[in-house]
């Protein structure tokens, strides 16, 4: 196929907004993907402000919580993400790409959404083979991860999820230090955490995306 003939999807990533969401200045894109951490405790007022903002935009989401979304543990995401597609370790398609979303990430005291180690195959290996974009909250090990001391606080099971399925595609946040793109093979790895760490006040813009459609 030529390159005047090459048709590409744009996908607007972001994530750890952590209520200043109306900060943002969202660019035009085919699909905003949010991976993670819309609140900062779990306000339900920020989740449904979150929400009244997807609906202002004039683009599709697809949206996943974060550790810090501690009402959406308990609550069903679906019944407060109505202006977008909430994901809790599930599937869907759109625009013809399989998204699997996950909020889970290796657990920090009692945040949301926490693992322990010893149980994190049986949470990745639920990803199916046929994810075109996957989206989880926390990062695979060795890949964006690096905290503010230089440890890695990514997960060894999700790289090796990762690296077996190889998707075109996997938004992550979490490690807002570790903010940036990586290539794994024939996988785009982006971390689009949007407040800085510590300073939340300092929010960052989206990270565009371009996956080409055949």
């Known amino acids: 196929m030529g390159l005047s003939r090459m048709r590409v999807t744009t996908i607007c990533c972001l994530a750890d ?7 943002l200045e969202i660019p035009p894109a085919d699909l905003l993907i949010f991976a993670g951490d819309i609140s900062n405790r779990g306000e339900l007022e920020i989740i449904a402000d979150f929400n009244d903002w997807l609906g202002e935009l004039s683009v599709p989401s697809i949206v996943i919580a974060g550790n810090h979304d501690l009402s959406l543990e308990k609550l069903d995401g679906h019944d407060l993400i109505t202006n977008g597609t909430y994901l809790r370790d599930e599937s869907t398609e759109i625009m013809g790409l399989t998204i699997y979303g996950s909020p889970m990430a290796k657990r920090i005291g009692r945040w949301a959404f926490g693992y322990d180690p010893d149980r994190a195959h049986l949470i990745w290996d639920n990803i199916p083979h046929n994810t075109d974009i996957l989206v989880t ?12 001391y230089g440890e890695h606080l990514g997960c060894p ?3 090796r999820r990762v690296g077996k399925i190889k ?8 490690i807002h ?5 990586f290539y ?5 790895i982006v971390n689009c955490a949007a407040c800085n760490f510590p300073d939340y006040g300092d929010i ?6 371009g996956l080409r459609r055949d």
């Open 17 to 23: 907004t952590h209520g200043f969401h109306r900060k």
């Open 137 to 148: 909250h926390g990062p695979p090990s060795s890949i964006l991860d690096t905290g503010i």
């Open 157 to 159: 099971e999700l790289f």
């Open 167 to 174: 998707p075109r595609l996997h938004i992550v946040g979490h």
């Open 177 to 181: 230090e570790a903010r940036g793109t």
């Open 184 to 188: 794994l093979g024939k996988t785009t």
């Open 204 to 209: 960052r813009p989206p990270i565009v995306v």
